[in-house]
């Protein structure tokens, strides 16, 4: 089978993404389909997540990367904020902002994989210590104050410290899987009708993010053409098509 670089993945996941927010636009999407879009995409931000792990490791400085996906983060949330004010008297507002989640991700990765010149000295234990000690709070914090950072913090550390070992990578993901969907049977249990069960497990389905697995072995490790816009498509897709779905469903609400 005939592999894809990263940009040719990159550009499906966009337009698959989109799937997952048009049903913001009142009346446009049918209750049922936004479910079934909701569970479909869940793979998306995985595989920009799996992205940000392969720049951390391939950027020529991961500081300056970290930097980049933070300053975008706040020119996101910024833009968020104005949204909110402009449609203010409907309730239309912004809330996404993965490029924040992606930010802590790559800042536990510096964390706990980037060389510090002080800890050198220091007995292997006693780095691993200091390490975790800064990066346990930014990663609780992070898995419950960004958007899908539950999910997406732990992935990006499954990612990258089982980079040479796919199998593990992958036996992880689907423990990881098992125990986020879990929870399941105590959500869906608490409805009566099969209908809203049914609802209850295409909403709740942060399990699905596993169906990346299959993104994984298409791509065949090379981003691409290397452009202007390959590089920066995503980082003005992304809050852009947010922006512009905001304004239809303000003027048709």
Sequence with gaps: MRKCSGNQIKFFMAALMVLDHIPHIPGLVPPLWQGIFHALTRCVSMWFAYTAVEGFQYTHSRLHYNLRLLGWGIFMALGNW???QLFADKGIHVSNNIFLTLAAGVFLLNVLASPVGFL???KPW??????????AP???LGMFLTEGGIVVLPFMLITY???????????????????????LPGIVGMYDDWATRID????????LFITVIPFLYLYNGQRGKKTPFTKYFFYVFYPAHLWIIAA????VA
């Design 161 to 183: 410290f089982c980079r040479n070992n796919p199998k593990l990578r992958n036996g992880l993901y689907l423990i990881f899987a098992a125990f986020l969907a879990s929870s």
């Design 126 to 135: 006693a780095q691993n210590l200091v390490r975790w000690v800064v990066a």
């Design 248 to 251: 239809i469903s303000y003027f």
């Design 200 to 207: 209850m497990l295409l909403f709740n389905s942060d399990w």
């Design 138 to 140: 930014v990663l609780l």
């Design 120 to 122: 050198q000295s220091w």
């Design 82 to 84: 104005g949204i909110g």
